[in-house]
């Protein structure tokens, strides 16, 4: 049974940089997709970018593209989130999971069936 741990989130200003891993064990991430989910309190759980593992293809939701970068290490099983230019509303709980698909147009989380039990990120001055 795979297990995915996120790390690096954390307190950042405005403006600030944070980089985000989802490291698996257990199992691998080959041949999935793996995918980044946000909630923001009182929010629902939004998609916000995913890679293919197999081919490298990403995604990203709108209100991330040009500031977020998905990457991924298969070598050592290992999913990262770049996040540059950080805003307030960036400030949410993230979530790694690893699935089945992904577009341009959704990151369905129903299609993702392991998670990562999330990393707070806060966006602040």
């Known amino acids: 049974q795979v297990q995915l741990v996120e790390s690096g989130g954390g307190l950042v200003q405005p403006g600030g940089s944070l980089r985000l891993s989802c490291a698996a064990s257990?199992?691998?991430?080959?041949?999935?997709?793996t995918a980044w989910f946000r909630q923001a309190p009182g929010k629902g759980r939004d998609g916000v970018s995913c890679?293919?593992?197999?081919?490298?293809?990403?995604y990203y939701a709108p209100s991330v593209k040009g500031r977020f970068t998905i990457s991924r290490n298969n070598a050592n099983h290992t999913v990262y989130l770049q996040m540059n230019n950080l805003n307030a509303e960036d400030t949410a709980i993230y979530y790694c999971?690893?699935?089945?698909?992904?577009?341009?147009?959704?990151?369905?989380?129903?299609?993702?069936?392991?998670w990562g039990q999330g990393t707070q990120v806060t966006v602040s001055s």
């Open positions: 890679i293919s593992n197999s081919d490298g293809s990403t």
């Open positions: 257990g199992g691998n991430l080959d041949y999935y997709y």
């Open positions: 999971a690893r699935g089945y698909y992904c577009s341009a147009d959704v990151i369905p989380s129903y299609e993702y069936d392991h």
